[in-house]
């Protein structure tokens, strides 16, 4: 059974960085795709950004380019989601999501239905 577990949310001041982590288990963490979404109260899920099984490729949200990196250490089975340049209106729970698509595509999903499993999630809450 698939599980992934989020850490690293917090209250920070605006401008200020924090760093969110996903600790996978009970799957081939190495050729997974993973994804972090967020999703206010009330709101549908929003793409957040996304990283291939290699590394090779990322996606982000136009909202969020420049200001947040996503990695990913697969001897550790873990994603990493670094947040800098933190804004209020990014204040929200976040959630990494994971799937397995061909090795061989460099798709990366941006749809949160697209991805079977997910974490318990996150809150992350950006003051002025």
């Known amino acids: 059974q698939v599980r992934l577990v989020e850490s690293g949310g917090g209250l920070v001041q605006a401008g200020g960085s924090l760093r969110l982590s996903c600790a996978a288990s009970g799957g081939t963490f190495s050729s997974s795709t993973m994804a972090w979404f967020r999703q206010a109260p009330g709101k549908e899920r929003e793409f957040v950004a996304a990283i291939r099984w290699s590394s090779e490729n990322t996606e982000y949200a136009d909202s969020v380019k420049g200001r947040f990196n996503i990695s990913r250490d697969n001897a550790k089975n873990t994603m990493y989601h670094q947040m800098n340049s933190l804004r209020p209106e990014d204040t929200t729970f976040y959630y990494c999501?994971?799937?397995?698509?061909?090795?061989?595509?460099?798709?990366?999903?941006?749809?949160?239905?697209?991805?079977?499993?997910w974490g318990q999630g996150t809150q992350v809450t950006v003051s002025s």
């Open positions: 999501a994971a799937d397995w698509f061909s090795r061989h595509t460099a798709y990366l999903p941006k749809n949160h239905y697209e991805y079977l499993y």
